[in-house]
């Protein structure tokens, strides 16, 4: 049996409504705000938000595992959406890494420079 999908993260955001509409194109909504904290909610997802207004996204060490049980599925939905390149010009890599272990995986950076890995839920 796996584990439902899920996402256990607190990360930096530079400017709430800049957060809230990148995590818009990828489905998620907000569930809570205030000045100080943000939840988005995608399905089962959540992710939680702290204001950082003086984080550099270059200089950014956050990041966060997202585990579903579709993972093509939510890569095909990602990448269709044709994200612009991260912040520091790097592009929003979607491909798939799968190098026969048990976990498969993609990765997304978001525009405050955090790293999130997707991960599909068989095999952990």
């Keep these: 049996m796996t584990k439902p999908d899920r996402i256990t993260a607190n990360l930096p955001s530079r400017d709430f409504q800049r957060t ?11 569930i809570y705000r205030d000045t100080s904290w943000l939840i988005l909610a995608r ?5 939680e ?3 950082h207004p003086d984080l550099k996204p270059e200089d ?3 990041s966060a595992c ?12 990602w ?4 994200l612009p390149d991260d912040p520091m010009g790097r592009p929003r ?12 995986f993609f990765a997304l950076i978001d525009r405050d420079g ?6 599909g839920n068989e095999g952990t």
């Design 20 to 30: 809230c509409d990148f995590y818009a194109l990828l489905g998620f909504n907000v």
């Design 43 to 47: 399905g089962t997802l959540e992710l």
């Design 49 to 51: 938000f702290f204001h």
């Design 60 to 62: 950014s060490w956050f």
């Design 66 to 77: 997202i585990r579903v049980d579709d993972l093509d599925g939510l890569r095909a939905k």
């Design 79 to 82: 990448a269709a959406l044709n």
């Design 93 to 104: 890599s979607l491909t798939m890494i799968d190098d026969g272990g048990p976990i498969r």
């Design 114 to 119: 955090s790293l999130l890995r997707c991960m």
